[in-house]
């Protein structure tokens, strides 16, 4: 029977809420204004180079027009570019500029450790078995697509 109190989407939002609570108010206490939201997709640009605002959006699982929206706002305070593709012009290739990959490197250790507050009094171990059971739900909820 379904509990609310015991349902994995209560909790899995609640922990996800309160890491990106934790690493906006890290940034705000360093006088840097920037989202949880907004952090992400700084972090995948990072990784992953020359992505459309769709390939964004698909990888994290934001509509297209907040994708959009967050871009622009990152975009308006030089943090990132966008360029039409010569092939599509109706895509954009988003990637981090100079200053974007600047902040990158400096936002990335409060968010290590806004986690590690999260990692607390949790062994490796434990870890590792919550991350692995997590992918495989996600899998799981993927392949029912």
């Not at 890290?26 to 605002?53: C, E, M, N």
């Amino acid at each position: 029977m379904y509990d609310f109190d015991k349902s994995l989407g209560k909790i899995t939002g609640l922990v996800s809420r309160a890491i990106g609570h934790r690493l906006e108010e890290k940034l705000a206490q360093h006088g840097i204004k920037l989202t949880a939201a907004q952090w992400s997709i700084i972090s995948l640009l990072h990784k992953k180079t020359d992505q459309t605002q769709k390939d964004i959006a698909v990888f994290l699982e934001l509509d297209k027009v907040m994708v959009k929206r967050l871009i622009d706002q990152l975009e308006k305070t030089g943090l990132l570019t966008r360029r039409v593709s010569h092939t599509d012009r109706r895509a954009n290739y988003v990637n981090l500029t100079e200053s974007g990959i600047a902040l990158y490197h400096i936002v990335s250790s409060d968010a290590e450790e806004a986690l590690n507050v999260a990692y607390k009094n949790i062994t490796e171990n434990e870890h590792n078995q919550v991350f692995s059971v997590l992918e495989r739900i996600y899998s799981n909820l993927k392949r029912e697509q």
